[in-house]
């Protein structure tokens, strides 16, 4: 069993900046993609951005230039550096990893959340 641990949201003013972390533990053979995922009252978990182990990011439109993804493989850990925060990147954000524990055990595991609001 993969677990995740996630730190670092809070209470910001619109325009500050926020950044989280999340530190997987457990069995880990490998570990692909990394993510963030967010949820706001009321709508959808909704991808934020995600990094391959290669170092590869993907990030939602209404987040890039403002959002950076990064991981350190070593100690199995993501990151997400929010800069110009707005009132609408209000929500519960979620770490997700996907990877296997063994050859034949996939998994894809998810964060206990932490909350971000932005408001002044």
Known sequence: QVQLVESGGGLVQP????R????A??????MNTMGWFRQAP???????AD??????????DSVKGRFTISRDNAKRAVYLQMNSLKPE??????????????P???FNSWGQGTQVTVSS
Not at 20 to 23: E, G, I, M, T, V
């Open 15 to 18: 325009g500050g900046s926020l």
């Open 20 to 23: 989280l972390s999340c530190a």
């Open 25 to 30: 533990s457990g069995i880990i053979l490998s």
């Open 42 to 48: 009321g709508k959808q978990r909704e991808l934020v």
């Open 51 to 60: 990094i391959t182990s290669g170092g590869s990011s993907n990030y939602a």
């Open 89 to 102: 990147d209000t929500a519960v954000y979620y770490c997700n990893a996907v990877g296997r524990s063994t």
């Open 104 to 106: 034949w055990a996939p």
